[in-house]
């Protein structure tokens, strides 16, 4: 039977990566490439990258940021310019020659500050052309990556950028908290993943930034992802690329920025989180098709049953229901396609059905069915739906509480580690302690608590691997 063959063959809980590739391939999200290191996102994925685009859009417009679009090649003078940014980029640049003959070479962009800021030193005058604040929607080149795990690692992806640009260090501090805010959003109330809000260590941040802010998820498999970061950029930049206005004292002045980005990368941290051993989970708002309605087909009844099933799926108009009335299909093969699909409802309309006046409508996540009245259809799918969405983030939070721990010595933070749990211990704040914790475990600090009381080190704590007083209490864990 064609189920056999189409079904996931391997338990979420056995080999997840297995898994993973499994449910990505075959619930058609996304593809392998012909190209090392590259990936196909499919339509049915891409869909679901779309659902993501469309919501961060109108935060977007709410926000007053416009969208624009920069070329995705750098001149390597660019580059050089902020110096710590070009060191922390250099070993993923891939670079081509400039086929016109000019000096230079060009990078395809890893991240596009330099080039944006170039346009920005020109476009920005006076205190009355900030803010500034634009983002982009594009396409990223990563080129260290060697083996891809789709959405989480590969050597291009898409993503959004906002880089935006302030008069006071006070409005840029404000809104890089503020787009991580928005990050929350995303994750938690549309893809159903709950997040860590926090501070990267020295570090970890971003080559180029004073702080960078980061959404972080921790997966099924014990590693944590981070999920979108939001940076205060040092003024290197503004100098770096000469972007000075005249303040309202009438003096040249030095502007404050941030850039922040979230990716498709996010879509892996939905189908890591969700999925199951029958395949992909579709938080409701994320579903492009939020219920399939299946007429059981028996001969006697067929054309009944397909008129029925067509009529509750115009009821349900407005969660763009798939009505799969095909007969070369059986019901079973479509149920299990479907729930392979992460579709969130199914809608069952069969002779009985008919005749008491009702359908079947059974969830994905929990898998209970239950008998609804049929005038009753479209107030309980909205229900349904939303107690789904709901009860999927509650189910990841608790996941999550319940693989998180606290240690205060290196030998259970080894065990903990071991045991793929995230750790929540204090630190020295050194560089170095912090490289041979890496050393050590594979462990990376993942972030400092935003919440200032969770943040500081209980009175006489003391790092967790070298003894000396805590500076700050911090997450780790293994990572993608
Ligand atoms: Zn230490």
Request: aromatic content about 10%.
């Given at each position: 039977m064609a189920e056999d063959t189409k079904g996931i063959t391997v338990k979420?809980?056995?080999?997840?990566?297995?898994?993973?590739?499994?449910?990505?391939?075959?619930?058609?999200?996304?593809?392998?490439?012909?190209?090392?290191?590259?990936?196909?996102?499919?339509?049915?994925?891409?869909?679901?990258w779309q659902a993501i685009v469309d919501r961060f859009n109108e935060m977007l417009a709410e926000d007053g940021v416009q969208n624009a679009y920069f070329p995705m090649f750098i001149p390597e003078s660019f580059f050089k310019r902020e110096a710590e940014h070009a060191e922390g980029f250099a070993p993923e640049v891939a670079w081509i020659a400039n086929k016109d003959g000019a000096r230079e070479r060009?990078?395809?962009?890893?991240?596009?500050?330099?080039?944006?800021?170039?346009?920005?030193?020109?476009?920005?005058?006076?205190?009355?052309?900030?803010?500034?604040?634009?983002?982009?929607?594009?396409?990223?080149?990563?080129?260290?990556?060697?083996?891809?795990?789709?959405?989480?690692?590969?050597r291009e992806f898409l993503w959004q950028e906002g880089h935006c640009v302030y008069e006071t260090a006070e409005e840029r501090d404000k809104e890089t908290l503020h787009y991580l805010e928005r990050y929350r959003q995303i994750a938690e109330d549309l893809l159903a993943v709950p997040v860590l809000?926090?501070?990267?260590?020295?570090?970890?941040?971003?080559?180029?930034?004073?702080?960078?802010?980061?959404?972080?998820?921790?997966?099924?498999?014990?590693?944590?992802?981070?999920?979108?970061?939001?940076?205060?950029?040092?003024?290197?930049?503004?100098k770096a690329f000469g972007i000075e206005f005249q303040g309202r004292d009438e003096q040249p002045s030095l502007p404050f920025q941030n850039s922040w980005g979230i990716s498709t990368r996010l879509l892996g941290a939905l189908i890591l989180t969700h999925g199951d051993d029958k395949g992909l989970v579709i938080p409701p708002r994320m579903a492009p098709n939020k219920v399939v309605v299946v007429p059981i087909i028996f001969e006697k009844h067929k054309a009944a049953v397909i008129a029925a099933a067509e009529k509750v799926g115009a009821e349900l108009k407005a969660f763009n229901p798939i009505i799969d009335t095909r007969d070369e299909y059986t019901s079973g093969w479509k149920f299990n396609e479907y729930e392979l699909k992460g579709v969130p409802l199914r809608i069952e309309v069969g002779p009985k059905d008919l005749e008491q006046e009702r359908v079947v409508i059974v969830r994905r996540d929990t898998g209970e069915k239950e008998f609804v009245p049929r005038k009753e259809l479209v107030k309980r799918v909205a229900a349904l739906l939303e107690d789904m969405q709901e009860g999927l983030l509650a189910a990841a939070r608790k996941r999550i509480a319940d693989a998180t721990v606290t240690v205060n010595d290196f030998a259970a933070f080894e065990k903990a580690i071991k045991e793929k749990k995230m750790v929540f211990t204090s630190h020295c704040g050194d560089a170095d302690c912090e490289a041979k914790i890496k050393e050590r475990t594979a462990a990376t600090s993942r972030c400092i608590p935003l919440d200032e009381k969770r943040a500081t080190p209980a009175k006489g704590a003391t790092c967790v691997l070298c003894g000396e007083p805590a500076t700050y209490a911090l997450y780790f864990a293994r990572s993608y």
């Open positions: 979420k809980a056995d080999d997840m990566p297995e898994w993973y590739a499994q449910v990505c391939l075959k619930s058609e999200v996304a593809d392998y490439a012909p190209v090392k290191g590259c990936m196909v996102i499919r339509p049915r994925g891409y869909a679901l060009l990078a395809i962009r890893p991240t596009s500050e330099t080039i944006m800021y170039d346009s920005y030193r020109r476009w920005i005058r006076s205190w009355r052309d900030l803010p500034l604040k634009i983002n982009q929607w594009c396409n990223i080149v990563r080129w260290e990556v060697q083996d891809v795990k789709l959405f989480l690692r590969s809000l926090g501070r990267k260590t020295e570090s970890e941040k971003f080559a180029g930034a004073d702080r960078t802010y980061t959404i972080e998820s921790l997966m099924p498999d014990g590693k944590a992802l981070q999920m979108g970061t939001s940076h205060d950029l040092s003024q290197g930049f503004a």
